[in-house]
């Protein structure tokens, strides 16, 4: 093979890889300023908005009426990580103690949530 045919194989290569990124780097850039303008929106409209949520309670501070709980991702709000949450009610803190997996409802207005909800998993 001649070299030129090697730069120009390479070369095209590189374009129609580069081209290919390009498209779907665009693609995600645009479904993610889609998600963020719905959550704008949302937010700016003062919606009261309720997710059901796995995670696992890693503190508990009754004196704050807090917990402070692992969880998975939460859709249309945030990444999962550990943080508190306030509870509407102590029975709430109550109900799970540290270490428990647990299924939680939020509700309110972002970023104005409390713990309306919890329950163990129970798991065999």
């Known amino acids: 093979m001649r070299a030129w ?3 120009v194989l390479i070369n095209l290569a590189l374009i ?3 081209g290919w ?12 300023e889609r998600e963020l303008a719905v959550a704008r929106a949302a ?5 009261e908005r309720e997710w059901i949520v796995e995670g696992v ?5 009754p004196e704050l009426n807090v917990l402070v709980i692992t ?3 939460i859709r249309d709000y945030m990444p999962a990580m550990t943080m508190g949450f306030r509870a509407t009610s102590p029975k709430i803190q ?9 299924r939680f409802t939020l509700r309110g207005v ?10 163990k998993i129970v798991t065999r």
């Open 5 to 7: 045919k090697a730069v």
């Open 16 to 18: 129609v890889g580069g």
């Open 21 to 32: 990124g390009y498209a779907v780097w665009g693609l995600r850039t645009a479904r993610l």
């Open 43 to 47: 937010a700016l409209a003062g919606v």
């Open 57 to 61: 309670v890693r503190a508990i501070y």
């Open 71 to 73: 969880h998975g991702d």
């Open 94 to 102: 109550e109900a799970v103690s540290v270490g428990d997996a647990v």
């Open 110 to 119: 972002p970023p104005n949530v409390a713990v309306t909800v919890i329950q």
